[in-house]
């Protein structure tokens, strides 16, 4: 008698190589035309599913966990991120979730750099003079001018593995380091990359020349660079970001590099819901702001890491055990205790 294997429905194409050794371990179920699922047809798909493999443009709320098959007990996210799903209203349904972290450390870190040098160096700009008929003015000594980043400060947000990733490419430019986040880091991790922590984020923004947000959207984080703090930013600076949107206010960052009292950013996320903010567009299309499509992980060796590891996380939980990379609520909710997970959705059930 053949044993049935576990239904896995992936909402998104992976790469070759994964999806083949998914089809060979499970009943692997991929969406062949890769957009992105409604809610009513991911339900639908998922009826009699195990697990789905999730991404980050799959909105995974708590309506929809809701109304997920009872079948359903791991949600397996394609990625290190996972603010497109309810992690609370998961838990509560005694649902499993995992994430793939520490993948794509070295990656994002590599992206961080390339943005941080596109703007004062002007390499956006530089890559179209020749895209019109190959001929060009040629070289002037007062010619496509940019700025210099050695011996200027960096000012990280978020000294987690892709800022400490980030800080250890930038002091070998000769980047000054700098650092902000919730607690300060051992001794050993400031004195290995020359770092100075700033218990106060509007102090070191007016300190620093470049700043590069490596932190997570958190109710916390929301709009961490407002309104109030891009304004506070040190005349002339450039803001990096290749962690979240919902980190920056998108308009108020336009004015300040529209009014020229930012030099300009480097953005690989924005919000795009309703298409590309229309300043922000503008400003790229005068070469004062550098956007690349989410690019920051997007290396075929990562993807296939990325990959392997969520492999990992199911075959973990269907043996049994705690998968290795498991996502849990930050903290009970005020006045009341985590919700009992239901047994019947947990490893080996």
């Known amino acids: 008698m053949t044993e049935t294997r576990p239904r896995v429905i992936v909402t998104r194409r992976l790469p070759d190589q994964i999806e083949a050794r998914m089809a060979d371990l499970f009943d692997a179920r991929f969406n062949r035309s890769d957009v992105p699922y409604g809610a009513e047809d991911l339900i639908a798909a998922l009826d009699g599913a195990t697990v789905l493999v999730s991404s980050i443009t799959d909105r995974i709320d708590a309506a929809l966990i809701g109304a997920l098959p009872r079948s359903v007990r ?7 991120g996972f603010d497109n799903i309810d992690i609370d209203a998961a838990y509560g349904a005694g649902l499993t979730v995992t994430n793939t972290p520490s ?17 004062p160096r002007r390499l956006a700009e530089g890559a179209q003079v020749l895209l019109g008929d ?8 007062t010619w496509m001018l940019g700025r210099r980043i ?11 593995r892709i800022g400490t990733a980030v800080a250890r490419r930038a002091r070998a430019f000769g980047l000054a380091i700098h650092y902000h986040g919730p607690s300060r880091k051992p001794a050993q991790v400031e004195d290995a990359l020359g770092a100075r922590y700033w218990p106060d984020l509007d102090d070191m923004l007016g300190a620093v020349d470049i ?3 490596h932190t997570p959207h958190t109710r916390e984080t929301f709009n961490i660079l407002s309104a109030e703090r891009l304004a506070a930013m040190r005349a002339g600076a450039v803001l990096v970001n290749i962690s979240r949107p919902e980190l920056v206010d998108e308009a108020a960052l336009a004015r300040e590099i529209g009014s ?3 030099a300009g950013a480097a953005l690989d996320v924005f919000e795009h819901k309703k298409g590309v903010n229309r300043d922000l567009l503008e400003l790229a299309r005068g070469h004062r702001v550098v956007l690349t499509p989410h690019m920051g992980s997007a290396t075929l060796e990562g993807r296939i890491e990325m990959g392997e590891t969520v492999i990992v996380n199911i ?5 049994g055990h705690p998968p290795p990379h498991r996502v849990l609520p930050a903290a009970p909710q005020p006045g009341a205790g985590q919700p009992a997970a239901d047994p019947s959705r947990q490893p080996g059930a």
Do not use: C, H, Y
């Open 134 to 141: 190959g001929t060009w003015p040629g070289w002037a000594p």
């Open 74 to 80: 791991l949600v397996a996210q394609f990625g290190n």
């Open 150 to 160: 050695g011996g200027k400060a960096l000012g990280i947000v978020g000294l987690g």
């Open 315 to 319: 075959r973990t939980f269907l043996d």
């Open 103 to 119: 993948v794509l450390t070295e990656d994002s870190a590599d992206m961080a750099m390339a943005l941080m040098l596109s703007v």
């Open 211 to 213: 700043v590069s947000l």
């Open 260 to 262: 020229g009292r930012l």
